[in-house]
């Protein structure tokens, strides 16, 4: 079993590496598929969830880490509407609420069960 803290460190580690590369010129490259970007949008943010609420679950509601995260993706979306490289979508905002949201479903629903 992860400790608590290793959930910690590879939280704030995924979350900083989210930030760079939300923020980092885009590579020109062709998807797979037409949804690509959003379901690694949705991926991203599902296992951000997942490695936010592991770490702060128990001090934290998973509903306010949920709104926090979302925060956070929220930001990242507006500062890449502030570069001349990237631009904000409110799809991909979509994409990252409902990684968040199946995550927090499926652990809300574990911890119902477990108790």
């Known amino acids: 079993m992860i400790s608590v803290a290793k959930y910690q460190i590879l939280f704030w580690l995924c979350l900083i590496g989210t930030v760079f590369l939300s923020l980092a010129p885009t590579v020109g490259g062709e998807q797979l598929f037409e949804l690509q970007d959003k379901v690694g949008h ?3 943010y599902a296992g951000l969830f997942f490695l936010c609420a592991s770490a702060y679950g128990r001090r934290y509601s998973l509903a306010l880490l949920a709104l926090v995260l979302a925060g956070f993706g929220l930001s990242m979306e507006v500062a890449q509407s502030m570069t001349s490289y990237r631009h904000g979508d409110h799809w991909d905002m979509l994409a990252n609420i409902s990684g968040i949201l199946a995550v927090w479903v499926l652990m809300a629903w ?6």
């Open 42 to 44: 949705s991926g991203v």
């Open 110 to 115: 574990r911890r119902k069960a477990h108790d």
